[in-house]
């Protein structure tokens, strides 16, 4: 049985990434400027370490630091949700692109890291709801674990997905260099 991207001819395969990708590209750079005043002492990282708190305390004194830009903090997760939509399509595309491209072993780790890569998008959006939830109502242990747990899973896929894309991707493109 073929895959859902075997089925797209690949020109559309490509013009399909391209616009994923710039869509992507968009919302990363909109969410980076947005995020500023969410970079504290209490959130060095700003929304990520929101994400990341894992305890009660710690999630306490960034929102406590947040005091002044809550609605940025708001805005900042909401954002999220459009974009938790296309990177995961974004990365799980250009595995699978790869993982056709090259056979073997390394094409059978493209389609699965292309497959898990959609889990992304259910993990982000449970993370953001349980964030929206401690803007609104404060912090809890119960949230900021489930917020780290989703919010950590979420960036090894995605981790993995670049490793893999980068790797394997420029090892393609050498490859094919090479061979004419």
Request: contains cysteine; hydrophobic residues 55%; proline residues 3%.
């Amino acid at each position: 049985m073929r895959s859902l991207v075997e089925s797209l001819p690949v020109s559309l395969r490509w013009w399909f990434l391209c616009l994923i990708g710039l869509g992507t590209l968009v919302f990363l750079v909109i969410l980076t400027v947005q995020g500023r005043p969410l970079r504290t002492t209490a959130a060095p990282s700003g929304i990520m370490s929101f994400e990341l708190a894992w305890s009660e305390a710690r999630t306490a004194a960034i929102l406590s630091s947040w005091e002044d830009v809550a609605r940025v903090a708001r805005r900042q997760i909401l954002f999220d949700f459009p974009f938790l939509a296309l990177y995961p399509l974004f990365l799980s595309l250009s595995c699978a692109m790869i993982s056709l491209a090259r056979g073997g072993n390394s094409a059978t780790l493209g389609a699965i890291l292309a497959s898990l890569l959609l889990l992304a998008a259910p993990l982000d959006a449970t993370e953001n709801v349980v964030l929206l939830k401690m803007l609104a109502h404060g912090a809890s242990t119960s949230a900021a674990r489930i917020a780290t747990v989703c919010a950590s899973l979420k960036f090894v896929l995605a981790g993995a997905a670049l490793c893999y894309t980068c790797g394997h991707g420029i090892a393609l493109m050498w490859s094919r260099i090479h061979a004419t």
